[in-house]
């Protein structure tokens, strides 16, 4: 196929302004599909040189939002609602509820939102408990693409697929094929650009008292993932909870938060005061 | 499921040609994905072949112009031109390029009449195919296009007017290099570096590196070391500090093509750059020099705390024929970047010579490169035959398998001969290996060489291993 050589050398440097901005690991066997995306990108905006490419990324002001669609372009998007549900019902019954009953207004991240289906299923779980008003909800992705979708409330019939009866026509509604969660819970989410890799950017969202951060860190190195958790421990309040996906663990990383068990859903959480 | 089936087909070789095809005609976009790329290099595919351009899938679409050019029958051009307008940008670049591989007697007629077509994105197209084949009937179309109020149709008249032979195609860049649209100029920068030296070709890049666009002076500063323009090295020097990135290291990379001793040395200097990528393009101009007063440099280099910078410092030693290139390459075949160890298994695959091939016996024992190592191996190269068979006098029971793996999977007659040798070496590891590898030679000089083993090793194992392989 025409294409544009990806030589060993400009692969690793492309992969490593990836990985500065997005903390996303190109391995060197995922040369191929980093060129898959990268080519199209670099002959549309005129190039001929994957070098040269590289070199309008890092250098041209007009490079950072092209790095920005290309991270974009490169993100999972892949989601549904309800996924690895029994965590938030925890959460939101063991944790946010007594909360709220002793008079708090607790604040719960969901750090890698893509789509908005994991925020909008804890909004829909808080919602049959009655404390949706009282829960401080911030949904965060760095995929600009990916916020505004959610952002409208529109979604795919793919993420449909593991619904628990009762959700759909009182959450959501299926209309000319493209389920839509009711403007109310999409409006109870505060959608924010956020980079996980960027420690001030998360530092600026203040405390929370539980952080959702699931099916993310597999596709950081382990020192990118490491200081992720730290920025993350830190922005937990004390006694915060941090929820990573069920195929994650943190014991790699040496974290100082302790691994809880609850009804069978495992929360990492900060020391108290 | 539709994988495995499609392995399965790829195994049975030309014979799963038929029903490949039958598949393509009658399967949906996934099945034609998985098997595309089986089709065998038979002009009556084409047909079938031809009619996965029309697959709603994009990404077969462009598998199907990409078999066509495998293929090789210029019967497919005229359906190729038809996908120059396809809405999937990559359909577009694989129809082009099947164009190009083809050629065909039509193609010329074909590409002049598109190049008139009122549609850009096709008349984009055709200009490049133009360019690639240097028709010169197509230098009016050229001409024509660079008037055009279009800038990236200009772009595209501007990169084939180097491949013209015609004067006007010279003097139309030179115009181009003043045009009032920054992109049109940096365009005109980067043909005129595929040009000839010429007095007033010089003098326009020299202008060039005083542009007030950056793009202008990357390519103009590229262009002078593509021409190798000694007498401009002041000039681009003068360029070390300029206030864009992007030209600074233009500047790195055009002295790589300078061999002179003031270049050399602003090039040693870049190489110690704190700017990274400034770093990187001085090491790989050094490498390119491979003059020995470099090596130290990049060695030091290949030590960097950044893994980006260790892997083009690596791939600079690479080209060096040093006694310090092999231990230099093996030592980061155990780096704990990924990228940079494999590169360096790379390097070190494509090295002739007995040396080369024990290093890479010597890295066997790491699992995550043990494949990549064994298919370096099999690379019929100078020095892997000797080197192999040394290695399997002495392989222990996890070792011996793999080189004989490699020797198997180099399928030349000498690596056949040294299977059948191996099965009488001194190495019980190395019989023991051979075994399945001899019988899966099927010949009949194989069977009568693992009967003769089977009854007269002094190794049970070795006998074992002989019967139950005959015994099939």
């Known amino acids: ?273 | 499921m539709a994988r495995a089936a499609a392995g399965a087909l790829s195994e049975l070789g030309a014979d799963a040609d038929t029903q490949i095809l039958q598949a393509l005609r009658e399967g949906d976009s996934l099945r034609r994905r998985v098997l595309l790329p089986l089709v065998g290099r038979r002009a009556a595919a084409v047909p079938d072949v031809m009619s996965c351009l029309e697959d709603r899938d994009a990404s077969v679409r462009a598998l199907a112009a990409d078999t066509l050019s495998r293929i090789g029958s210029p019967a497919a051009v005229p359906a190729l031109f038809e996908r120059l307008v396809d809405e999937d940008l990559r359909v577009v670049q694989a129809a082009v390029g099947a164009i190009q591989s083809l050629g065909s007697d039509t193609t010329e007629k074909l590409a002049l009449q598109a190049a008139r077509s009122p549609d850009v994105r096709l008349r984009r197209a055709a200009l490049r195919i133009i360019s690639y084949f240097g028709y010169s009937k197509g230098l009016e179309v050229l001409l024509q296009a660079m008037r055009d109020p279009d800038e990236r149709l200009r772009d595209a008249a501007i990169y084939g007017l180097p491949f013209i032979e015609d004067p006007r195609a010279v003097d139309a860049l030179l115009t181009a290099a003043n045009h009032e649209s920054e992109r049109t100029r940096a365009a005109a920068m980067r043909a005129l570096g595929q040009t000839e030296k010429e007095a007033r070709i010089t003098s326009t890049l020299l202008r060039g590196l005083n542009d007030r666009d950056p793009w202008v002076r990357y390519y103009a500063c590229q262009a002078l070391g593509k021409l190798n323009e000694e007498a401009a090295a002041d000039a681009i020097v003068a360029l070390a500090d300029d206030a864009a990135g992007q030209v600074r290291v233009a500047v790195v990379d055009a002295l790589a093509h300078m061999h002179t001793e003031s270049a050399m040395s602003a090039l040693q200097r870049a190489a110690a750059s704190a700017d990274a990528d400034v770093r990187r393009a001085a090491l790989l101009g050094l490498g390119v020099g491979r003059r020995p007063d470099a090596l130290p440099v990049l060695l030091e280099a290949a030590k960097s705390e950044d893994a980006a910078t260790r892997l083009v410092a690596l791939s600079a030693v690479a080209e060096y024929e040093a006694p310090e290139t092999l231990p230099a390459l093996l030592h980061a075949a155990g780096d704990g970047d990924d990228s940079v160890r494999s590169a360096a298994v790379g390097f070190i695959a494509t090295r002739p010579g007995v040396p080369a091939t024990q290093a890479l016996v010597s890295l066997l024992g790491d699992m995550t490169l043990r494949e990549r190592v064994v298919s370096a191996l099999a690379l019929p190269l100078e020095g892997r035959l000797p080197g192999l068979l040394a290695a399997l006098e002495a392989a222990d029971e996890v070792t011996a398998p793999l080189l004989v793996a490699a020797l198997a999977r180099m399928r030349r007659a000498d690596a056949r001969a040294a299977l059948m040798q191996l099965l009488a070496s001194a190495s019980p590891a190395g019989r023991r290996a051979a075994v399945p590898a001899v019988a899966a030679l099927g010949t009949l000089e194989a069977r009568e060489a693992l009967e003769r083993a089977s009854n007269q090793d002094e190794d049970p194992e070795v006998r074992r291993a002989c019967r139950l392989v005959l015994s099939r």
């Open chain 1, 1 to 273: 196929m025409f294409s544009l050589p990806m030589s060993p050398q400009v692969f690793a440097i492309l992969a490593a302004l990836i990985e500065q901005r997005s903390g996303v690991h190109y391995a060197p066997e995922d040369r191929e599909l980093l060129a898959d995306k990268v080519v199209p990108r670099a002959l549309d905006a005129g190039f001929d040189s994957l070098l040269d490419y590289y070199y309008f990324l890092r250098y041209d002001p007009a490079g950072s939002e092209a790095l920005d669609a290309l991270v974009d372009s490169l993100l999972v998007h892949e989601t549904y609602f309800f996924r690895e549900a029994l965590p938030l019902r925890v959460l939101a019954e063991d944790l946010l509820v007594p909360a709220v009953r002793a008079g708090r207004r607790p604040r719960v991240w969901s750090a890698a939102c893509s789509t908005g289906e994991e925020p909008l299923t804890l909004a829909m779980i808080l919602a049959e408990l009655g404390v949706l008003d009282e829960v401080e909800l911030l949904a965060s992705d760095l995929s600009a693409r990916a916020l505004e979708r959610a952002r409208t409330g529109e979604h795919n019939l793919r993420s449909l697929r593991a619904l628990p009866p009762g959700v759909e026509g009182r959450w959501l509604e299926t209309r000319e094929g493209r389920p839509r969660v009711r403007p109310e819970l999409v409006g109870a989410v505060d959608w924010r650009r956020v980079n996980l890799v960027d420690a001030s950017a998360v530092a600026q969202l203040g405390t929370f008292d539980a952080i959702l951060c699931r099916n993310v860190l597999i596709y950081f190195q382990d020192d990118t993932a490491r200081g992720v958790v730290s920025s993350l421990t830190r922005a937990l309040a004390p006694e915060g909870r941090l929820l990573v996906g069920t195929s994650e663990s943190l014991m790699r990383f040496g974290t100082a938060l302790a691994c809880e068990e609850r009804r069978g859903a495992f929360f990492y959480t900060k020391a108290g005061p």
